[in-house]
């Protein structure tokens, strides 16, 4: 079941076509990754979700209904430049917020209470945001941002801004959000993250949606049949040894130990590879070089093939 | 509870907490009553005593003139030249010198050390002036009792006569005043409450919390929630300065009513010199008496106080609008001149053309300020104590509403795609643009 999902959105803005034919799907309680270089057209399809914009074409779906003004209550959304009242208190703006939402000022101020006593902001209830640090800002937004209890939340770069303690603080709050059942909208450039947290993704390069899928698949997908060996003995005997069937990509030695990275040709497979060379060399590893969504991300959209930089030099 | 409600309690409530607004409502009549305080006090301020020396060689004015509490006359016969190098040796502050000729040339010297002020400068010149009045009265064989029986002051009553043949009494003056003043308030009102939403707009835009807010709301649930707020706080403080204002002038009239019984004294000594007859006194009484008839019963107080909030209201919503759209196509309130044009122009010319008004309150032109929407609210604020038309000011206020609803129309499509547009200088051509886009 799609919690949400986009046909065929057309943005223009004057002559310039910022979404063109976009489609996603995102399943129920799966984190979706909504990746792109700047200036794709994620933020024009965000605001287009929130329906602070709409399209000029194409259709958008909320639980299988067309979505409509009541669906923002339950939408959570985290923009990437945040920003909170500077003069106003913490607890009245989240209050504020928070009603905006569609909460009653009971139900708010109960939520808050417990949402602060576990990100141990309790104590700044009544501060104004700016005797805040930017990080702890950050932290009033992201409570914010969930308290109303969305069912979609749309976390747009949501560990900008956080030191790594406190951003490993967020994601396990977004992993337990997912557990709980909230289906994420997750925009970042830090393809770390997304490989860690995203169940699915979409690619968005010049207005287009050019690479959607699991991660899993895709990275099946984007198999580079590349393998990295760690061996001993001759070096031009293994050189010999895959003559046929197979790339040398590159060899270095440090000592008694020689790394080579191979690519399989015609087919062939890991066992092939071994059969080759167990006869001329002493094998001590074997592994495959997985591509990650970094080198996908960079290939997909200079349109490229993929290259393995990142990877060699492990 | 409905969201714009949210808004506009918010933003009324987190300008009323402000210390600024409590300082504002508090000093608001304090200057009030202070300006008047300070008028009182400055006419009860003595001058500096002045020594006058005066060399006559006229001799038409030796012990002629009086002293008084801030000047004290001495006579010389030396030439002025010995006596304008000692007069730093003396204590005389002052060197009064008549020539000889003074009856044709009418001129006098003063020379001084220190700057006399205008009074010193005034009483000579009125109290030789008159002297020299009475010199050539006498000499051409008139008395001066004559004079002053011929002295006339015409009374000028206007009255106009209505369709009905009703006749009405007006007094031009008092009709100006007011309705200059309202209108003043209501050109003060637009621009300092008009301009506190576009700062409001600005902030939301550079804390980057309105795409925060507006996926929460309709971008003109929180640009109207926005308008109707700041108009909450400009009418809460208003009716607080009225009030302050009222206690504040009960306490300081009774008070000042000593003074201004001194007041009045010294008004008399001063006016010794130039005695007026019985006559006179009756007349200005007389004047005093229509003045304040005119005052509460030519002016139709009803409608001026129900159009008085009508346009306080509508004049402030209509540019209220503009203001909203400015503050969004801006980044920064250091940008905001480029487009201020459009709402200082039509304001600054109602005002300017408001001097027009009062003299021709019932011209085609002033009809026609008083109906278009930009100009009406401070133009038939003008108008209205010289008494106008229903039907002229039921189309006034028709206008008034359907170009608030255009304007805020308009607006509303500027703010909600340039609360979205950072870090970009915009354009009229840029604005015009804006009010294309699909929302």
């Not at chain 1, 899993?216 to 580079?224: A, C, F, L, R, V």
């Not at chain 2, 400009?234 to 000042?256: D, E, K, N, R």
């Not at chain 2, 503050?327 to 309130?333: F, K, Y």
Request: charge should be neutral; aromatic fraction near 10%; charged fraction near 20%.
């Amino acid at each position: 079941m799609d919690v949400f999902s986009t046909q065929n959105v057309v943005k223009k803005y004057d002559n310039y076509l910022a979404l063109d034919q976009v489609s996603i799907k995102v399943r129920s309680n799966t984190i979706f990754g909504l990746l792109g270089p700047n200036g794709a057209g994620k933020t024009s399809l965000i605001r287009i979700i929130n329906q602070i914009t709409g399209p000029d074409s194409g259709a958008l779906f909320f639980n299988g209904q067309t979505l409509r003004p009541e669906h923002i209550e339950k939408i959570g959304y985290l923009p990437e430049e945040r920003g909170l009242y500077k003069k106003m208190e913490v607890g009245e703006q989240a209050l504020y917020l928070a009603r905006l939402k569609g909460l009653s000022r009971y139900d708010a101020a109960k939520r808050l209470k417990i949402w602060f006593e576990k990100m141990e902001i309790t104590s700044w209830w009544n501060k104004k945001i700016e005797e805040l640090s930017k990080g702890m800002q950050q932290k009033v937004q992201f409570v914010v941002t969930v308290l109303h209890e969305p069912e979609l939340l749309i976390l747009d770069e949501p560990f900008s801004g956080f030191d790594p303690i406190n951003a490993n603080m967020i994601k396990n709050e977004i992993l337990e959000l997912k557990n709980k059942g909230t289906s994420i909208i997750f925009s970042t450039h830090n393809m770390a993250s997304v490989e860690e947290l995203c169940d699915d993704i979409a690619l968005l390069n010049k207005s287009r949606i050019i690479l959607e899928g699991s991660v899993k698949e895709i990275k099946k997908d984007y198999s580079t049949h590349t393998y990295k060996i760690d061996f001993s003995g001759n070096i031009v005997a293994f050189t010999n040894a895959i003559w046929t069937g197979f790339e040398l990509l590159d060899k270095h030695s440090d000592g008694n130990l020689n790394h080579a990275t191979v690519r399989l040709l015609n087919q062939n497979t890991p066992n092939q590879l071994l059969e080759a060379i167990i006869p001329h060399v002493m094998v001590n590893g074997l592994q495959e070089v997985i591509p990650s969504m970094n080198d996908i991300f960079i290939a997909r959209v200079n349109n490229e093939k993929i290259e393995l930089n990142a990877n060699l030099t492990e | 509870m409905s969201k714009i409600f949210i808004i506009i309690q918010r933003e009324y409530l987190s300008r009323v907490k402000k210390k600024s607004f409590l300082v504002m409502t508090i000093l608001g009549p304090l200057l009030f009553i202070g300006l008047i305080f300070a008028q009182f006090w400055i006419k009860m301020i003595p001058e500096e005593k002045q020594n006058i020396l005066v060399i006559d060689e006229s001799n038409l004015f030796i012990g002629k003139l009086e002293n008084t509490a801030n000047h004290a006359f001495k006579y010389s016969q030396n030439a002025v030249e010995t006596e304008l190098q000692s007069l730093y040796k003396g204590n005389n502050n002052v060197l009064l010198y008549i020539p000889e000729n003074i009856i044709e040339s009418q001129k006098i010297q003063l020379y001084y050390k220190k700057q006399p002020g205008i009074g010193l400068q005034e009483y000579i010149s009125s109290v030789i002036g008159k002297k020299l009045e009475e010199f050539k009265l006498v000499a051409s064989g008139i008395k001066p009792e004559q004079l002053k029986a011929t002295q006339t002051k015409l009374v000028v009553t206007t009255t106009k006569v209505e369709k009905s043949g009703e006749l009405e009494k007006k007094d031009n003056e008092i009709m100006m005043v007011v309705g200059f003043l309202a209108g003043l308030l209501i050109y003060f009102f637009v621009f300092l409450y008009g301009s506190q939403v576009m700062r409001g707009v600005i902030e939301e835009k550079t804390s980057r919390i309105v795409e925060v807010i507006i996926s929460s709301v309709k971008p003109f649930q929180l640009m109207m929630g926005k308008i109707i707020g700041i108009a909450l706080v400009g009418l809460t403080q208003f009716v607080l300065w009225i009030v302050l204002s009222a206690v504040g002038i009960g306490i300081s009239s009774s008070m000042l009513a000593k003074n201004e019984i001194e007041k009045i004294k010294t008004e008399q000594t001063f006016k010794n010199n130039v005695p007026q007859n019985s006559a006179f006194k009756d007349l200005e009484n007389q004047q005093k008496a229509e003045i304040m008839d005119s005052f509460f019963n030519q002016i139709n107080w009803p409608v001026m106080l129900f159009s008085f909030l009508f346009y306080f209201m509508g004049g402030y919503l209509l540019y209220a609008g503009l203001f909203a759209a400015i503050g969004a196509a801006v980044d920064s309130e250091a940008d905001t001149q480029q487009f201020m044009m459009p709402i200082t122009i039509p304001l600054i010319f109602s005002f300017v053309m408001a001097q027009n008004v009062m003299t021709n309150p019932e011209s085609a032109l002033s009809f026609w300020l008083s109906v278009f929407p930009l100009t009406s609210p401070v133009i038939m604020m003008v108008r209205i104590p010289f008494g106008v038309p229903y039907f002229d000011l039921a189309i006034s206020m028709i206008a008034l509403i359907l170009g608030f609803l255009a304007v805020t129309w308009l607006s509303a499509k500027i703010y909600r795609t340039g609360i979205l547009m950072y870090g970009k200088k915009s354009s009229y051509r840029e604005l015009w643009k804006w009010l294309f886009y699909k929302p």
